[in-house]
């Protein structure tokens, strides 16, 4: 393949036409191999361990079970993974653990791909009940209490989410008031809004839980602090006295859990049940904390459950490569149409619009799997202790809360695209598209709600510019966001007046420039800096209004501010992309990758065409090359597509998608094989229009 420097012109700015299918050059080729281990990251053995048990079919989810039947099943699926150590790494090793913070999320992550009910099972217990109970917790609870939460001997919940305030956690109602007569806790969930929802466990399986509920003792209010409460009583499965719930019943997906409602009246605990790492209080009722200031201390204790949000985006990752393996192995043997040969039918990859559907998704995964590796390479190092600043647990959060959308969002929609382009085939359960993504619907709103999230982001970045640019005057704020002051895009020459010099109409000036790393780049950090500037500025005093017109300031333009932090979640992905190809030894594999990373920041802009063109970022002439010049790279990323999706490395025993079996290639190769014959024969019958052909000559 030539590069685009020397490729010939056609007409009207747009690149010239491939052939209908394109066959690689000599020396363009993938090291699966290479690629494959690259893929698997940092716990690379962890990640090989995981999947070998996530293959078996003894943890497979099995289609057509009641939701009582799967809730069953999975319950004995925890047990498997108790048996067989899979469930540990993350506990100290004096309790018989690793202590591998990163492992543990890598290994807990393919659980996926065996069952999103399993996995999210697992989660509950051992990332979110158990975790809490290690990380806000001290030594004499972790004694106490994670020998039978490691074991399953004592299935448990993780109850913050309360009916009435969803991801606002802060401002729960649920009250643990401190007795000193009796050095107790009661818990209280004064009205029915205040009750726990959507509580994994809760309905059949819990006896204990991890309660989340503000803390009052000599009636001051010290904020949200978390209490271990015992709800069942083991040998019955009965509700202990005070303790109430509900079954939420059949959901739209991950019905192998027991989600549920909790309430508490007047529940007392022991007040040696208050997880007080971060904060305690004395027999007398004394409160106190290493952390003065509540609202840090709140965000604290909150982020050493950021594990979570980190497992998600890797397990959305690892769904949507199931899905794109399945249905680009698909899409490389079904053919349908003779459109360029009276007697064989295309492969339905060879189809310009099919390339556009499944490879930019293709290339969004292989983002999100890159930037998924830097977020649990910044989470182990963390939680291992190696770099557990202030900063970097802010820097950690920002990122998951950054990617966990994204990913998120991306898988649905992969899932989604990967069902409609394996047509009725897609929508058969057994091909997994329609189960996955019923599963998956919820990842985007537990966790923190995917625009919540973003909404944090966001006003990290709005700290983060405040800070750059806090000696610059309202005047040049403006002047920055309006992109006439020194604004990136200025400085480094994409005005559309240069550019359209530059280019001077030919189109393949406009690709090449395009493809270069440094005007992506550019382009994507230009849009998020602008963005954020643009808000700032139009936010710019709103700290000293009245509350509630402060409150209506930020509002008018909510909105305005999630997309840029949408926008640098995406340049996050495009960045980790990027660093990765650094580590591609084998140039054939690298070029290919690259051309991979390019489709993913060209689709980019081209999904946000309109911005770049409304501000000036791209000129008209540049705009119009950005749909020619994806075009062209999916035609040459069309011969590799195989190969790129066997280097996420899931076997059949993973993917378990019957059309990806090779099942439609045999279909394919009979058909093909009876007409070869009938023709050879002379007995194939003429088509209608062919045999009046024949007679008006005659």
């Not at 726990?196 to 503000?214: H, P, R, S, T, Y």
């Not at 230009?526 to 963005?531: G, L, S, Y």
């Not at 090779?662 to 209608?688: F, T």
């Amino acid at each position: 393949m030539t590069e685009v420097a020397s490729e010939t012109v056609a007409t009207a700015g747009e690149p010239a036409d491939e052939p209908f299918a394109v066959e690689p050059a000599a020396g363009e080729r993938v090291d699966v191999a290479s690629l494959a281990e690259q893929l698997l990251g940092g716990w690379a053995e962890t990640r090989r361990v995981a999947r070998e048990l996530a293959g078996r079919p003894e943890l497979h989810k099995l289609e057509g079970l009641t939701y009582r039947e799967h809730r069953q099943r999975v319950f004995g699926q925890l047990k498997y993974l108790v048996d067989h150590k899979a469930v540990h790494r993350a506990f100290p090793r004096e309790l018989g653990g690793n202590e591998d913070h990163g492992g543990n999320i890598a290994g807990f992550e393919e659980l996926v791909t065996a069952d999103p009910s399993l996995q999210i099972k697992a989660g509950v217990q051992w990332g979110l009940f158990g975790a809490a109970v290690l990380h806000l917790g001290t030594e004499t609870h972790h004694e106490k209490w994670l020998p039978g939460i490691m074991s399953l001997e004592v299935p448990g919940c993780f109850a913050m989410t309360e009916i009435g305030h969803g991801s606002d956690v802060a401002s729960i109602a649920t009250t643990a008031t401190y007795d000193p007569e009796t050095e107790e806790f009661v818990i209280h969930t004064p009205f029915k809004a205040a009750w726990k929802e959507f509580i994994g466990n809760a309905a059949n399986d819990g006896l204990a839980a991890v309660v989340f509920a503000q803390l009052v003792t000599k009636n001051v209010n010290h904020g949200v602090h978390a209490f271990y409460v015992p709800l069942r009583d083991p040998d019955t499965k009965d509700f202990l006295p005070g303790v109430g719930g509900q079954d939420d019943g059949v959901k739209g997906g991950l019905n192998g859990i027991d989600n549920g409602r909790l309430h508490f009246d007047r529940v007392r605990v022991p007040r040696a049940n208050l997880l007080n790492r971060y904060g305690a209080v004395a027999p007398d009722g004394t409160y106190s904390s290493p952390i003065s200031s509540p609202g840090r201390r709140f965000f604290t204790m909150l982020g050493t459950l950021v594990q979570g949000r980190v497992s998600l985006d890797g397990a959305a990752t690892a769904a949507s490569k199931l899905a794109l393996t399945a249905a680009i192995r698909y899409a490389a043997e079904r053919r349908q149409f003779n459109a360029s040969s009276d007697t064989a039918e295309e492969v339905l990859l060879d189809y310009q619009r099919h390339q556009r559907r499944l490879l930019p998704r293709l290339a969004s995964a292989y983002a999100m799997s890159f930037a998924h590796e830097q977020l649990l390479k910044k989470f182990d190092d963390v939680f291992s202790g190696i770099a557990d600043s202030d900063e970097d647990r802010q820097e950690l959060e920002t990122l998951a809360a950054a990617l966990k959308p994204l990913a998120t969002w991306n898988a649905l929609d992969i899932l989604q695209e990967c069902r409609e382009a394996c047509g009725g085939a897609g929508f058969i359960m057994e091909n997994r598209f329609a189960s996955l993504r019923a599963d998956l619907d919820i990842y985007v709103t537990f966790e923190g709600d995917n625009n919540v999230l973003l909404q944090l982001v966001a006003k990290r970045l709005l700290n983060d510019y405040a800070k750059e640019f806090r000696s610059l005057g309202v005047g040049a704020l403006a002047k920055f966001a309006l992109g006439q002051a020194a604004g990136v895009a200025y400085k480094t020459g994409l005005g559309a007046v240069a550019q359209f010099v530059r280019d001077s109409g030919r189109a393949e000036r406009a690709a090449l420039a395009l493809r270069d790393e440094d005007t992506q780049r550019l382009l994507l950090a230009d849009r998020v800096q602008t963005m954020v500037a643009q808000v700032a500025q139009a936010l710019h005093g709103a700290n000293r209004l009245p509350q509630a017109e402060a409150a209506a300031r930020f509002n008018q333009h909510q909105n305005e501010l999630i997309e840029a932090a949408r926008a640098h979640a995406e340049l996050l992905q495009w960045e980790a992309f990027t660093e990765a190809l650094d580590e591609v030894g084998d140039p054939g594999t690298k070029k290919i990758l690259t051309w991979l990373r390019d489709l993913f920041g060209l689709s980019l802009i081209e999904k946000h065409l309109a911005w770049y063109l409304m501000n000036g970022r791209l000129s008209m002439q540049r705009g119009r090359t950005v749909g020619g010049y994806i075009n062209r790279l999916l035609a040459r990323l069309r011969p590799h597509a195989l190969d790129l999706v066997d280097a996420f490395g899931y076997g059949p025993e993973h993917v378990r998608a019957p059309i990806a079996a090779g099942g439609e290639a045999e279909r394919q190769a009979e058909a093909a094989e009876h007409y070869a014959a009938l023709r050879a024969s002379g007995q194939a019958p003429r088509l209608e229009k062919h045999a009046k052909s024949a007679t008006a000559d005659a």
